[in-house]
């Protein structure tokens, strides 16, 4: 059974522009979760999308947005990059408010 | 919402002796705490989870408990091995984890040869 993909392995930004990240569930999950691991913050949660709805959001600004396809894949657009988001993303997918298992990341580096 | 405290930052120990890593968090709605590995590169690896009905639960050589009184959990590794040696995060969340995970700051642990 293949784990949680995502797509790019690295993205280099410059500040002010857009970031689109994407994230492909485990076959059969429905849930996916972003994060955000910033270099001595640890994971902080982003976004939450079930069954095509965004379902809750951490303490992000509005910049940090998202979808959720008809396949279940989702995608994290980040706008008007900051410095600051430089950082690796995870998503993270699950059945039914079980399990996370999370994907190996991308990370965005804005310069 | 939810605030886990995770201690210590670094950990160091003797291959063959026992880490103990510890946990609090703030919400007395949360009802699941899972534990992930984290080696350098890598992805977040479920190791262990606990949920609010029971009091501990041991896989092999982890073990975690749960102290719903006072708020806090703990990971046991016994008989450390070299490849043990990761970042280990706990996390906690109401439910199964339906509103996200707040996780700890993390805890990087050396197994000393």
């Known amino acids: 059974e293949a784990g949680v993909t995502q797509s790019p392995t690295h993205l280099i930004k410059t500040r002010g522009q857009q970031a689109t990240l994407r994230c492909s569930p485990i076959?059969?999950?429905?849930?996916v979760y972003w994060y955000q691991q910033a270099l001595g913050l640890g994971l902080q949660f982003l976004l939450w999308?079930?069954?095509?709805?965004?379902?809750n959001r951490g303490n992000f600004p509005p910049r940090f947005s998202g979808r959720q396809f008809p396949n279940y894949s989702s995608e994290l657009n980040v706008n008007a990059l900051e410095l600051e988001d430089s950082a690796l993303y995870l998503c993270?997918?699950?059945?039914?408010?079980?399990?996370?298992?999370f994907g190996p990341g991308t990370r965005l580096t804005v310069l | 919402g939810e605030n886990v405290e995770q201690h210590p930052s670094t950990l160091s120990v003797q291959e063959g002796d026992s880490a103990v890593i510890k946990c609090t968090y703030s919400d007395s709605a949360s009802n699941y705490f899972p534990w992930y590995k984290q080696e350098l590169g890598k992805r977040p690896q479920l190791i262990i989870d606990?949920?609010?009905?029971?009091g501990e639960k041991k896989d092999q050589r982890i073990a975690v408990t749960l102290n719903k009184t006072a708020k806090h959990f703990s990971l046991h590794i016994t008989e450390t091995q070299p490849e043990d040696s990761a970042v280990y995060f706990c996390?906690?969340?109401?439910?199964?984890?339906?509103?996200?995970?707040?996780f700890g700051k993390g805890t990087h642990l050396i197994i000393q040869p």
């Open positions: 999308y079930d069954e095509g709805e965004e379902r």
């Open positions: 993270a997918s699950s059945l039914n408010e079980r399990e996370q298992f």
């Open positions: 606990i949920r609010s009905n029971v």
């Open positions: 076959s059969g999950h429905t849930s």
């Open positions: 996390a906690a969340s109401p439910i199964g984890g339906a509103d996200g995970l707040t």
